[in-house]
């Protein structure tokens, strides 16, 4: 079945560093990929998405390529902040939208 | 305007009752579903109605029983909650029904249920 591996967290960061945090999947057709965010106490927000291969997503800072040759679609963002701490979850979307584990993202400052 | 409100937040019951989550979506989206997110954070989709008809049902006890009365409204009932039902649980929508790929879905703030 569509399954997303995250890369095994948690992630701690000071800030200004920079952030990478991986994504891949396995699907039977061709998916969409998105990066939603959850920041303590609060629900799913979405941060980017990418429709389709060679697209870039981006959204405050945040970036993320969809390589359909690697199946990957990595989040990335130059400095971060404290207010970025959160967790993030990778996930695609054919017939309904799976998620990864999400990795949980602190920023000391 | 909240886009996907539910309620309540918070919920702590004890075990053998029956509670209900409500939820409602004010973006004219045509789907809308139920997840549920562990002590770990891991999200699954339970339940996806599409205009009123169900569409997703994963593997989900038979105490969890969603009603939709229109397509702007997801209930989600459980009937006898067990300690393993605590978790946060989270509805959603999105603008199309069987052809979501690429289509946003919007969560709401999650519904926080302990049971002891």
């Known amino acids: 079945g569509d399954s997303v591996t995250q890369m095994e967290g948690p992630v701690t960061l000071s800030e200004e560093a920079c952030l990478t945090i991986n994504c891949t999947y396995t699907a039977t057709g061709y998916p969409s990929l998105f990066w939603y965010v959850q920041y303590p106490g609060e629900g799913l927000q979405l941060l980017l998405k990418?429709?389709?291969?060679?697209d870039k997503g981006s959204n405050k800072g945040f970036e993320a390529t969809y390589r359909k040759e690697t199946t990957s679609f990595h989040l990335e963002k130059g400095s971060v902040q404290v207010s970025d701490s959160a967790v993030y979850f990778c996930a695609l979307s054919l017939s309904k939208l799976t998620f990864g584990k999400g990795i949980t993202l602190s920023v000391r400052p | 305007d909240t886009a996907v409100s539910q309620t309540p937040k918070y919920l702590v019951t004890q075990m053998g009752n029956d509670k209900s989550i409500k939820c409602e979506q004010n973006?004219?989206?045509?789907?809308m579903y139920w997840y549920k997110q562990d002590s770990k954070k891991f999200l699954k989709i339970m339940f996806s109605?599409?205009?009123?008809?169900?569409?997703i049902n994963e593997t989900v006890p038979n105490r969890f029983s969603p009603k939709s009365p229109d397509k702007a409204h997801l209930n989600l009932h459980i009937n006898s909650l067990e300690l393993g039902d605590s978790a946060v649980y989270f509805c959603?929508?999105?603008?199309?029904?069987?052809?979501?790929?690429?289509?946003?879905?919007?969560f709401g703030e999650g519904s926080w249920l302990t049971v002891v």
């Open positions: 959603a929508s999105s603008q199309k029904g069987r052809e979501i790929s690429g289509n946003t879905i919007y």
């Open positions: 109605y599409n205009n009123k008809e169900l569409i």
């Open positions: 990418a429709t389709k291969a060679d």
């Open positions: 973006l004219g989206h045509d789907t």
